[in-house]
């Protein structure tokens, strides 16, 4: 069955109210004046770890250490699991990076106390007590990401829609093999409220591709706005973790200084 992603989680969403929360701040348990030197990159929906390996290769070359999370996409707890195990691997304080669904991961992930910065590329940040799709409600529906979802639950982006929807500023080969490959989510995570919202006591950082089909524009920086991120503007795709690997590493180049001080 087709539908866009708007439609296909309309099954799912719940309205609840927003909670605070006040977990506790990352420099009570890291100690003042410590470089940051690890990175840990969490992947979205429809796609694997192994596109972030240009963003890792130019913060290697700087002297990061990078730990990249592979997801099942099976569940927000089981995401949030994998990127915990990641976390708990660090020897100090690190940024904590996510694109589009992975936004909502290391949003609950990331009061993890070796976290200083998060960093959103064209991702979500739903707040605590909130679900994923409760952030695309009053915003356009991304007509041009379209999704096949099965009788089980668990999606995938329409082939013949790939390029357009997720990564068109890509070649036909590279966009034919991300679409043979892709890695489907269960959207049934989308209707999971979060317990924790790490964007309320962590710095963040949010880079944002204008072309992105995925979601409205107006919804991404919306959100970005709310968890008050320093936000960066790129011509790009929704798959701009992979087009637009310059950009993505130096915001977190920046996001590690700034957490370093």
Same mark, same amino acid.
């Given at each position: 069955?087709? #539908?866009?992603?708007?439609?296909?989680?309309?099954?799912?969403?719940?309205?609840?109210?927003?909670?605070? *929360?006040?977990?506790?701040?990352?420099? /009570?348990?890291?100690?003042?004046?410590?470089?940051?030197?690890?990175?840990?990159?969490? !992947?979205?929906?429809?796609?694997?770890?192994?596109?972030?390996?240009?963003?890792? /290769?130019?913060?290697?070359?700087?002297?990061?250490?990078?730990? *990249?999370?592979?997801?099942?996409?099976? &569940?927000?707890?089981?995401?949030?699991?994998?990127?915990?195990?990641?976390?708990?691997?660090? %020897?100090?304080? #690190?940024?904590?990076?996510?694109?589009?669904? /992975?936004?909502?991961?290391?949003?609950?992930?990331?009061?993890?106390?070796?976290?200083?910065?998060?960093?959103?590329?064209?991702?979500?940040?739903?707040?605590?007590?909130?679900?994923?799709?409760?952030?695309?409600?009053?915003?356009?529906?991304? #007509?041009?990401?379209?999704?096949?979802?099965?009788?089980?639950?668990?999606?995938?982006?329409?082939?013949?829609?790939?390029?357009?929807?997720?990564? !068109?500023?890509?070649?036909?080969? %590279?966009?034919?093999?991300?679409?043979?490959?892709?890695?489907?989510?269960?959207?049934?995570?989308?209707?999971?409220?979060?317990?924790?919202?790490?964007?309320?006591?962590?710095? &963040?950082?949010?880079? *944002?591709?204008?072309? /992105?089909?995925?979601?409205?524009?107006?919804?991404?920086?919306?959100?970005?706005?709310?968890?008050?991120?320093?936000?960066?503007?790129?011509?790009? &795709?929704?798959?701009?973790?992979?087009?637009?690997?310059?950009?993505?590493?130096?915001? *977190? %180049?920046?996001?590690?200084?700034?957490? &370093?001080?």
């Amino acid at each position: 069955m087709k #539908t866009t992603i708007n439609t296909a989680l309309a099954a799912t969403a719940a309205t609840l109210a927003i909670l605070a *929360i006040s977990p506790a701040s990352a420099k /009570d348990a890291i100690p003042q004046n410590q470089l940051v030197k690890n990175v840990v990159l969490v !992947h979205g929906a429809f796609a694997d770890g192994t596109g972030w390996r240009a963003v890792c /290769d130019r913060l290697t070359q700087q002297g990061y250490r990078v730990t *990249i999370v592979q997801n099942p996409l099976t &569940s927000l707890e089981d995401d949030v699991a994998a990127t915990k195990r990641a976390l708990a691997q660090q %020897d100090g304080p #690190t940024i904590l990076v996510g694109h589009s669904w /992975d936004g909502t991961v290391i949003t609950e992930a990331g009061v993890d106390p070796k976290v200083v910065g998060l960093l959103y590329v064209s991702a979500l940040s739903p707040d605590a007590g909130e679900t994923t799709a409760k952030q695309y409600e009053g915003f356009a529906p991304a #007509t041009e990401f379209v999704l096949n979802t099965g009788e089980d639950g668990f999606a995938y982006v329409a082939r013949d829609k790939f390029k357009a929807g997720f990564a !068109h500023d890509v070649s036909d080969a %590279d966009a034919t093999f991300m679409a043979n490959s892709q890695v489907p989510i269960n959207l049934a995570a989308f209707g999971t409220k979060l317990k924790n919202a790490a964007w309320r006591t962590k710095p &963040s950082w949010a880079v *944002i591709g204008k072309e /992105d089909k995925a979601f409205d524009q107006a919804m991404l920086l919306r959100m970005a706005r709310r968890i008050n991120a320093r936000v960066t503007r790129v011509s790009a &795709s929704h798959a701009l973790f992979m087009t637009q690997p310059e950009v993505v590493a130096d915001t *977190i %180049d920046t996001a590690a200084k700034a957490a &370093s001080k």
